[in-house]
């Protein structure tokens, strides 16, 4: 299978002032493209070739797990952002919100707690678990969601290269920015309907 990593959902300073051009553009081309290069010299040859993406990162361990996943992992946090997303999520994403975070600030609190609370590198998400409920959870590294049988609805990069240009050590500056401004709440309700939960 010939892997590709999508265009960017939008221009390289539509994020800004939250994210700004630079960071988004270093972000892009050199972590998520460079993600795929190591992907596509580790399947060389192999099986996993063969295999989607998705399903790689379900299965795989080591060097291959953790190139697959960066590479999915970056491109589900592409769409996770939205130059747009200062407004409130609509129904039935909202209802679905609140009923498991009690309001949308509820989620946004346990959302940032999870981001800012990720001890080195990592990532913040929200899933829809293997009951079906909606939960935040964190993971290290290259970890994601998959490969625990859930469901991912949005996610936050925490890993140094996502915030550093723009908020050197202040992550949790960065985190909040996110919520309040960048939230993909259109991306989160397709993959909440997608999952048979809307």
Known sequence: MNFAIEPLPYALAALAPHIGAETVETHYEKHHK???????????????????????????????????????????????????????????????????????????????????????????????????????????DAENPLHKGHTPLLTIDVWEHAYYLDYRNRRGDYVQAVLEHLLSWDFAAQNLERAGHA
């Open 34 to 140: 460079g993600y795929l290069e190591k992907l596509r010299k580790a399947i060389e040859g192999k099986p996993e070739g063969e295999q989607s993406l998705e399903t790689i990162v379900k299965s795989a361990e080591g060097d291959l797990f953790n190139h697959a996943a960066q590479v999915w992992n970056h491109t589900f946090y592409w769409k996770s952002l939205d130059p747009g997303g200062d407004r409130e999520p609509a129904a039935p994403l909202r209802s679905a919100l609140e009923s498991a975070f009690r309001s949308i600030d509820g989620f946004k609190r346990e959302l940032a707690e999870a981001a800012t609370g990720e001890f080195g590198s990592g990532w913040a998400w929200l899933v829809l678990d293997r009951s079906g409920r909606l939960r935040v959870t964190s993971s290290s």
